[in-house]
């Protein structure tokens, strides 16, 4: 459905012979093989994958800091890429040099907030990370509020704008392998680290009791959920709600075992980013932000939740 609506539509058996085509190497000089496989195409994959991305990372936060409340911008990933891309944008870079500060951003930031947390001893580190990350974010946000006061009014403020309120509208091949590499190489650690993430929801002493190494694995899992979220995060802006929401549906479904909830908060997170940016590009003239679409969507499903009593939680 993704790849036949939008602008420029396309019949149900156009596309079919249209995606023949290219199964069997034909040639694809024509309008509608051009919006299909170099607009439309990377777009979608790319919608896909940064949920994924995003869901991944918030189930990986939320397992590991034992709090639902969780997101993957928790340690302040999102507000670094956040100043770093607004940087770009204000040093007039091109849209790789952006995604690139943005990515460099957002592992700086959560560099920091890992640095001021282990400076601090005697204390219950996964408080301190947590609060580490909210200093640090804020800090982030106030970079990103006066280089928006500084900003040309003209050409700039509104390319800083509409970063922050995300969009996958220049999301092109390129662009593929800038989140596809991060998140394969991030998923991997996670998938092999999936029975200590369970074994860490009792506690760090339980965990250290049963042989799990408790520092190396938050370190490893943090690492990986920061990895892809800042991928995502460089490409796509700022899209709220989906590592928040999405894992907890992915919970109600399969339950808390990490083994199962990791591959079904990807599934359902890439659908979820698909249905969003799908309706993003089509329901108006023009394309509405990410940020606005993902929080009218996942604010009553998370209130939804809520009135459950949290049952999804646990």
Sequence with gaps: MALAVGAYPVTPGRLAALLWGKLRGLPEANAAAAVIFAIRGPRILGAMLVGSALASAGASYQGLFRNPLVSPDILGVSSGAALGAVVGIFLALPVAGIEATAFVGGLAAVLSVYGVAAAI??????????LSGVVI???????????????????????????????????????LL???APVAVALLPLILLRWQLD????????????GVRVR???????????????????VSGIVG??????????RLI????????????ALLGAAFLLLVDTAAR?????????????????TPVFLLLLARGGRGWN
């Design 178 to 180: 800038v989140v596809a």
């Design 121 to 130: 001893r005697g204390r219950d580190p996964v408080l301190l990370l947590v």
């Design 199 to 210: 074994v860490m929801t009792l506690g760090d002493e339980e965990a250290s009791a049963l």
């Design 137 to 175: 974010g804020a800090l982030m946000g106030s970079g990103v509020a006066l280089l928006k006061f500084l900003a040309d009014p003209e050409n700039q403020l509104p390319a800083i704008t509409f970063w922050l309120l995300g969009s996958l509208a220049s999301f092109d091949r390129g662009d």
């Design 241 to 250: 709600w989906v590592g928040l929401v999405v894992p907890h549906i992915a």
């Design 254 to 265: 399969v339950g808390p075992a990490f083994a199962r909830l990791l591959p079904m908060a």
């Design 282 to 298: 089509t329901l108006g003239t023009i394309e509405l932000p990410l940020g606005v679409l993902t929080a009218v969507i996942g």
């Design 216 to 234: 190396l694995v938050r370190g490893s899992v943090i690492a990986a959920a920061t990895l892809m979220t800042a991928a995502a995060v460089a």
